[in-house]
């Protein structure tokens, strides 16, 4: 039987991520966008899926989104993954790369939006 990888996440992140406001509105592009932590995984939550030690956040990270949403540095649609599209947010202080946060756009009703993924991007796609 194969042993299970031992999950680390940042207990610090995911406090950070209960503080953030429970929908980000993005006025460019007319999307309401959630933040839940809902099942993400059948082994992880949406909060422990981003904030594993191997996505390279911040807390300072965390709380720039509400307003790195409104002033992002890029907003591209994923070539690959249907109703997903990526904001691309300059990460403040010293640190280098972006913070990339992903969102699902919703079958049913196009103009709200949940947040799928949150992680450090050292360049754009």
Do not use: C, W
């Amino acid at each position: 039987m194969a042993k299970k990888k031992n999950l680390k996440y940042d207990q610090n992140l995911i406090e950070a991520l209960r503080q953030l406001p429970s929908v980000i509105e993005d006025k460019r592009h007319g999307f309401v966008i959630e933040i839940k932590d809902d099942r993400a995984r059948s082994n992880e939550t949406r909060f422990e899926h981003i904030a594993k030690k191997s996505h390279e956040l911040k807390v300072r990270d965390i709380k720039a989104i509400p307003e790195g949403i409104k002033n992002y540095v890029k907003f591209t649609k994923s070539n690959e993954i249907e109703n997903t599209y990526y904001y691309f947010i300059n990460r403040k202080g010293e640190d280098r790369g972006f913070i990339e946060v992903a969102i699902l756009i919703d079958e049913d009703n196009p103009k709200k939006a949940r947040i799928k993924t949150i992680f450090i991007a050292h360049r754009f796609k």
